[in-house]
């Protein structure tokens, strides 16, 4: 009896459970690398590829329906990150890979769009406590923090503090 029940109770839970994915449509052909909600209903998008545009996509339905909301011929927009009412993103300009930092304020009636470039490479951004932490790649791998615009090194060999070089040579660093 238990046997039947335990059954019942798995079939049940995990055709409930699965996730309901289905397809849609952003607007745009370009290659699409990061995505990020601030809520259940507003959420950014961007991508582009290395010779075509950069673009960030808005849904303001849960993602649903997409609409352009920034596009620049040459860029691919890596990452996206929302700080304090204020959209940052990472992109790259496809002829020499020189990285860029893409911001706006949300807030604002009209989005104004700043675009710098920037001397850092930054992999993999994570937004904690007001401020966006990152892999800076160019120029050794330091972790980074960017603040109210401003750029600090918190880490200045990452390589060193997590021993990368031996979990590349294949060294066991941790039991």
């Given at each position: 009896?238990r046997?039947i029940?335990?059954?019942?109770f798995?079939?049940?839970?995990g055709?409930?459970?699965?996730?309901?994915?289905y397809?849609?449509?952003?607007?745009t052909?370009?290659y699409?690398?990061?995505?990020?909600f601030?809520d259940e209903?507003?959420g950014?998008?961007?991508?582009?590829?290395?010779?075509?545009?950069?673009?960030i996509l808005?849904?303001?339905?849960?993602?649903?329906?997409?609409?352009?909301?920034?596009?620049r011929?040459?860029f691919s927009i890596?990452?996206?990150?929302?700080?304090n009412?204020?959209l940052?993103a990472?992109?790259?300009?496809g002829?020499?890979w020189s990285s860029?930092?893409?911001?706006?304020?949300?807030?604002?009636?009209?989005?104004k769009?700043?675009i710098?470039?920037?001397p850092?490479?930054?992999?993999?951004p994570?937004?904690?406590?007001?401020?966006i932490?990152?892999?800076?790649?160019?120029?050794g791998i330091?972790?980074k923090?960017l603040k109210?615009d401003?750029?600090?090194?918190v880490?200045?060999?990452?390589?060193g503090?997590?021993?990368i070089?031996?979990l590349?040579?294949?060294?066991?660093?941790?039991?």
């Amino acid at each position: 009896m238990r046997s039947i029940l335990l059954i019942a109770f798995i079939a049940f839970v995990g055709s409930s459970a699965q996730a309901q994915w289905y397809p849609v449509t952003s607007g745009t052909t370009e290659y699409l690398h990061d995505i990020v909600f601030v809520d259940e209903d507003v959420g950014y998008c961007g991508g582009g590829g290395r010779y075509s545009s950069g673009v960030i996509l808005k849904t303001t339905d849960g993602g649903e329906t997409w609409r352009t909301i920034f596009k620049r011929d040459s860029f691919s927009i890596r990452n996206i990150c929302i700080v304090n009412e204020k959209l940052y993103a990472f992109a790259r300009e496809g002829r020499t890979w020189s990285s860029y930092l893409v911001s706006t304020v949300l807030s604002s009636s009209s989005l104004k769009w700043s675009i710098t470039q920037i001397p850092y490479g930054p992999i993999d951004p994570k937004v904690y406590n007001d401020a966006i932490y990152f892999v800076d790649l160019y120029g050794g791998i330091k972790l980074k923090k960017l603040k109210d615009d401003i750029l600090s090194t918190v880490v200045h060999d990452v390589v060193g503090i997590f021993d990368i070089s031996a979990l590349l040579s294949g060294r066991r660093v941790l039991s």
